[in-house]
């Protein structure tokens, strides 16, 4: 007769009857993990658990277990053994848990090594016991019924998470209110542009009106003058043919004589009428400027964020440059065609300036002992900047050809070198330990080349446009760890690391154009609006006004062997846009 269950167990292993206690019994570990009870066939030494016949014979078929030490029944330990009924099976029901990445499998396990829930395939796959501590959850379980540490934990993230999410609450209403704002800002900035559209439109009908009265009091003074003139000898002409007729000789000699004078008188007049051929026709140009600004910008503005303001204490009260003027250098020479207009200045040494005339299409060198000019070099294309590379090399930037030129600038002669090609329509040209770092307004961007013309690193807006940096990068100075860019239409001045990576930003500007740096890191910059020029601090938090009222300054260029400022100004006024101002700094003590 058949027997079945663990009567057929015992009855089928001789290893059943070894034990001393009647509870307890060598059996397959592997297969008590899934409530099959069956006696011990063998012994895994890497594994430290007994095995059944089947799983002895299929210990060295899979992979992770294909170089395991395997005792056979006779020589397999004889002294492990555990209770006789299936490990913790009033806890069976507590496994629930399906495995994540084997859906089949239920979580048995937890390996302390990588604080991971495992099941029997994962415990054979990837944390055999050779390599992991794992233990079965039910053996260690028993501890859990005390802890109250997780919950406290729970609670604390959970706390957090409320925070956070009020915080967070919080910021967006008043990010939305702050966007209401900018609505209303939009609309007042709108009407701005409207009224001051609507005095430029003013001021240019007031001309045309002007030049109309001008007009008007010539053509009045010319007709008064020739009918003056043609009274006088139509009546002459009327004495003198009553005289012939009525044959007083006499008088009509005296009267033929004073009309010779008077033709003679009439006809010097008459060459000091206006003459047609010098009045000229009129006609009304649109500004580029307001045409090149609506066509090429594409919003009204930008919107960005605040600058979070930051606890802290008092700024240190701050001793600020004081200039003296010192005179003006006249820079224009007998070859310049039209008035001068400096865009770039570079001191070779304190006594030698290279400076960059784009209205003449010209780089001149000035003697700065003598004032004068001691050599002008005529370009095809107007420059728009120019840098130091050497003692005796200078970089300039040529838009309309996309280029750089190198110029040698021996002591005072311009010799051309090579050019670089660049892509884009480049602007401000700065040079620090043979890398050039150029601005670009077409493209609008930052690159940073090596002298041969290998572009090392390009700074631009983000690609989501999150981050705006640029709509008119003009000047750019820069030193071993940063690189400062005036932004004319963005109204900043902007700094970066040699990464490309922004590290700071100073708005408090008025058409920024001219960068210099000063020995200390701080920097000055020219305002063209408003006349003004600014000194700020190298990490761009503050800076004050040290020059005003000038009359629309440009390029800046800064001696610090002598601490003299050099202006150039450009306005309708020659004397201004021919000349380069002077300004020695008398007292600095930087705190900035």
């Not at 016991?129 to 260690?140: A, E, K, L, N």
């Not at 930037?397 to 005072?412: G, M, R, W, Y």
């Amino acid at each position: 007769m058949a027997l079945s269950g663990r009567q057929a167990e015992s009855q089928s292993s001789p290893t059943l009857s070894r034990g001393c206690m009647e509870d307890y019994e060598i059996f397959c570990q592997p297969c008590d993990l899934v409530d099959r009870r069956l006696p011990a066939f063998g012994f895994c030494k890497d594994c430290e658990e007994h095995l059944c016949e089947s799983c002895f014979k299929n210990h060295r078929m899979t992979k992770p277990t294909r170089y395991h030490i395997l005792l056979d029944e006779n020589n397999m330990p004889q002294t492990l053994r555990v209770p006789s009924e299936p490990a913790n099976a009033d806890q069976s029901n507590d496994l629930p848990t399906p495995c994540p990445e084997h859906k089949q499998e239920i979580i048995k396990f937890f390996c302390h090594d990588h604080e991971t829930l495992l099941c029997n395939v994962c415990v054979t796959l990837d944390h055999t016991r050779t390599s992991c501590q794992v233990d079965y959850i039910p053996d260690i379980s028993k501890k859990s019924l005390e802890s109250k540490e997780t919950l406290k934990d729970l609670e604390k993230v959970t706390e957090r998470y409320k925070k956070a999410t009020a915080e967070l609450k919080e910021k967006l209403s008043k990010s939305t209110k702050s966007l209401k704002d900018v609505l209303a800002e939009i609309k007042s900035f709108r009407q701005e542009i409207n009224q001051r559209i609507d005095e430029l439109e003013k001021k240019a009908i007031e001309r045309a009106k002007d030049l109309q009265k001008e007009n008007n009091t010539i053509l009045k003074r010319a007709e008064k003058t020739c009918n003056d003139i043609t009274k006088s000898i139509e009546a002459s002409s009327d004495t003198i043919k009553q005289l012939r007729d009525s044959k007083q000789a006499a008088r009509l000699f005296i009267e033929l004589k004073s009309a010779e004078k008077l033709i003679r008188d009439q006809e010097k007049r008459l060459l000091q009428l206006p003459s047609p051929k010098n009045v000229t026709e009129f006609c009304f140009l649109p500004s580029p400027a307001i045409i090149s600004s609506l066509q090429e910008e594409k919003s009204l503005g930008t919107i960005t964020h605040k600058k979070k303001e930051l606890p802290g204490p008092p700024p240190p009260s701050v001793t600020l440059p004081r200039f003296s003027n010192q005179g003006d250098i006249y820079v224009k020479t007998p070859k310049d065609k039209e008035g001068c207009w400096v865009t770039g200045m570079v001191l070779l040494t304190p006594s030698r300036l290279v400076l960059t005339d784009s209205n003449n299409k010209s780089i001149k060198m000035v003697n700065l002992n003598s004032k004068s000019i001691t050599d002008h070099l005529q370009l095809d294309t107007a420059p728009m900047d120019v840098t130091m590379v050497t003692n005796n090399q200078v970089a300039v930037t040529l838009s309309d050809k996309e280029t750089v030129q190198f110029i040698c600038a021996i002591p005072n002669k311009f010799a051309k070198k090579h050019k670089l090609k660049v892509d884009g329509y480049c602007c401000g040209i700065s040079c620090y330990q043979e890398k050039l770092v150029v601005t670009f307004s077409n493209p609008r961007k930052v690159q940073i080349i090596d002298l041969k013309g290998k572009v090392l690193a390009t700074i631009t807006d983000d690609s989501e446009g999150d981050s705006l940096y640029f709509v008119a990068p003009y000047h750019v100075t820069s030193n071993s760890h940063s690189i400062y860019v005036s932004e004319a239409r963005m109204y900043e001045v902007l700094r970066f690391n040699w990464e490309g990576e922004p590290t700071g930003r100073y708005s408090d500007l008025t058409t920024p154009r001219g960068l210099v740096m000063l020995n200390d890191g701080s920097i000055l910059v020219s305002e063209k609006d408003n006349g003004n020029i600014q000194h700020i601090s190298g990490d761009l938090s503050r800076g004050n006004i040290v020059l005003k009222d000038l009359s629309s300054p440009d390029a800046i260029c800064w001696c610090g062997t002598d601490s003299i400022l050099y202006i150039s100004c450009f306005t309708d006024e020659d004397s201004f846009s021919n000349s380069i101002k002077m300004y020695m700094m008398l007292e600095y003590n930087n705190q900035l």
